[in-house]
């Protein structure tokens, strides 16, 4: 599968696009400059308020205000600058720019689990993890930026409908050739491998609110996971499914016991417990800015905030659903399209 990895080494936002204009005369960047609320004047966004070294700074927006804060930070500051939940922000001091429902809820994540096996041959990845074989990965990284730490070793997906009558694929196994806890701790067998298995449209939805109007204060993020059944038996027919796999000839030679979830969880009932006590995130959080042509949505086709003027958002909270997979690169394609529409460049033809 695709990664964003170049010369072994994992590539961000910052890295392919920030990084190689820095030296711009047009562009500064405060790296330690949390923002504290938009500026909002007669519903116009006219600036950012921010803490600089200690103290409160006004910068001045000519044009417009984005905010990429992701799914988290950018409806809380929606929300601290007066654009949320009416009755919230009233509860929590917080003079109303404008009545936008949806800010803050509609929140969403992928979430998974892993189905792993030793291995009885010595060709998994496992022994790179043992303390006696990490320097020497690290240090053929350092001078090379190859070998086993050069690559998250999630390099091989399948896409499944986990039922019959699913109508897309709805479950993203990744196969890994090591067998280790989500954590990053080892388990006793010397070689194993593993399969994660990836919710992909959880119709479970959470929020995220405001613990008050101070800007320094964590919000209030619920993720709600597993809070629709429909999620919880999909991802048991996701567990069932992966270990039907691994009951394949193809492993016969390779096929030691079942570590997790272990045989001795059969049921539905059995594995319903174990995946609400193993359930982990894959870090995709969205939705919480919702775009849409309704009345409702936070933001319209272009990013622009309902009920606010010269402010955009721009980040993984507009998506009004999750894709059908990792969102990095789905993300990234979404601030370029948008991007070229703030700089009024026409669309692509198909």
Request: one cysteine or more; hydrophobic letters at 40%; aromatic letters at 4%.
């Amino acid at each position: 599968m695709d990664q964003t990895i170049h010369e072994g080494r994992r590539e961000s936002s910052a890295t392919a696009y920030l990084h190689p204009v820095r030296h711009r005369s047009n562009l500064t960047v405060h790296a330690t400059c949390p923002t504290r609320r938009v500026v909002m004047e007669s519903n116009r966004a006219t600036g950012i308020d921010c803490l600089l070294r200690g103290r409160e700074v006004r910068f001045h927006a000519d044009r417009e205000v984005i905010l990429c804060a992701g799914a988290i930070n950018s409806p809380k500051l929606l929300m601290l600058s007066g654009l949320g939940p009416a009755e919230h922000l009233r509860q929590r001091g917080i003079p109303v720019a404008a009545d936008l429902g949806q800010v803050g809820q509609n929140l969403q994540d992928h979430v998974d689990v892993a189905v792993m096996v030793s291995c009885t041959q010595p060709v998994s990845m496992t022994p790179a993890l043992r303390w006696q074989n990490k320097g020497l990965v690290g240090l053929r990284w350092l001078l090379t930026r190859s070998g086993a730490a050069s690559t998250n070793h999630f390099e091989a997906a399948g896409y499944v409908r986990s039922a019959p009558d699913s109508a897309r694929a709805d479950i993203q196994y990744v196969f890994i050739p090591v067998l280790v806890m989500p954590d990053g701790s080892p388990l006793p067998e010397p070689h194993g491998y593993q399969a994660t298995a990836m919710l992909m449209h959880p119709a479970s939805r959470g929020s995220v609110d405001l613990a008050g109007s101070d800007p320094e204060a964590a919000p209030v993020v619920r993720f709600n996971y597993l809070g629709d059944d429909r999620d919880v038996a999909t991802l048991i027919n996701g567990i069932t499914h992966l270990r039907e796999i691994f009951a394949q000839a193809a492993f016969d030679a390779y096929r030691g016991r079942e570590v997790v979830p272990g045989a001795a969880l059969a049921t539905d009932s059995d594995l319903e417990t174990f995946l609400r006590t193993n359930l982990r995130s894959t870090h995709h959080p969205c939705g919480t800015c919702r775009m849409g042509s309704d009345a409702d949505a936070v933001v319209d086709g272009q990013a622009r905030v309902q009920g606010a003027d010269a402010l955009r958002v721009i980040d993984a909270s507009i998506m009004p659903t999750l894709t059908s997979g990792n969102i990095n690169a789905p993300v990234i394609m979404l601030a370029e399209k948008l991007a070229d529409a703030i700089l009024g460049k026409e669309s692509l033809t198909a």
